[in-house]
């Protein structure tokens, strides 16, 4: 099944086109990095991803979710984990007071918060406790949102995804706020996550990139610029050119780091 398929897909906002021609092919059980420049149209395209944002209807194209064209979006939401700054950013300001515990239950009604009206049952409850478990952060089970590290609420978040068992995570930039120790535990996370669900990593840095990627797709000029397997695409060659820098990178174990830039 295709996760996200894609074809000739152009959108943007009032009369500016962001994204044109947009050809892009997920399939379940693979790993993906999206990869481009700051301005290169990586959160546009996240964000047709999970329906924010709609092709342009006078272009012919091809949009389709989870084998679906048609959906209803709690429901679409449910199967995509989606982790952006943005809503860590809601969370932090008006959520302060949930605890971890609240974080992951207040997936269920894609809430920020736990309200009096909300029934969940004894099986959320469980899930919940299970995901904590699973993402070994069950010590945040009481500790208030305002006290956690960026990476502490970061991993809240995904718990809070985890909880309906999506079929794949969409992450935009999940490191951004996170120290060197923190980026290195989060990826472990990521890496554990891939084992069970398709892995969407939005990025523009080299060393997110981790093993498990099995496929990049690089942004350049508001478009899907080249994609396929990461060992024909991650090159110095390809990486020049969409940050229009001369970058040599190199691999060791499956991970990819920047060896040189040239002036």
Aim: aromatic share 10%; charged share 25%; hydrophobic share 40%.
């Amino acid at each position: 099944m295709h996760i996200i398929d894609f074809e000739n897909i152009y959108t943007g906002y009032d009369t500016d086109l962001v994204l044109k021609a947009v050809t892009l092919k997920i399939c379940e059980g693979e790993h993906w990095a999206i990869l481009g420049a700051n301005g290169s149209g990586k959160s546009t395209l996240m964000k047709l991803m999970q329906s924010d944002m709609h092709p342009r209807q006078t272009y012919p194209f091809k949009k389709e979710i989870m084998g679906e064209s048609r959906y209803v979006l709690a429901d679409l939401k449910k199967k995509l984990g989606i982790i952006t700054n943005d809503l860590h950013n809601y969370f932090a300001v008006n959520a302060p007071y949930l605890s971890g515990y609240e974080v992951a239950l207040s997936g269920f009604y894609s809430a920020v918060g736990i309200f009096k009206h909300q029934d969940f049952s004894e099986q959320q409850h469980e899930k919940a406790l299970e995901v904590l478990a699973f993402l070994e952060i069950g010590h945040l089970k009481e500790k208030k949102v305002h006290a956690m590290s960026t990476g502490e609420l970061r991993k809240c978040l995904v718990a809070r995804a985890l909880v309906h068992d999506p079929k794949a995570f969409i992450l935009d930039e999940p490191t951004v706020g996170l120290d060197i120790k923190a980026q290195i535990n989060f990826i472990q996370m990521l890496k554990k996550l891939s084992k069970n669900c398709t892995i969407i990593l939005v990025t523009h840095h080299l060393e997110e990139i981790f093993e498990e990627i099995t496929h990049v797709g690089l942004m350049y000029e508001k478009t899907l610029y080249k994609s396929g397997p990461k060992k024909d695409i991650l090159t110095s060659k390809n990486l020049s050119e969409i940050f229009e820098t001369d970058i040599k990178i190199n691999e060791k174990n499956g991970r990819y780091y920047i060896e040189e830039v040239r002036s």
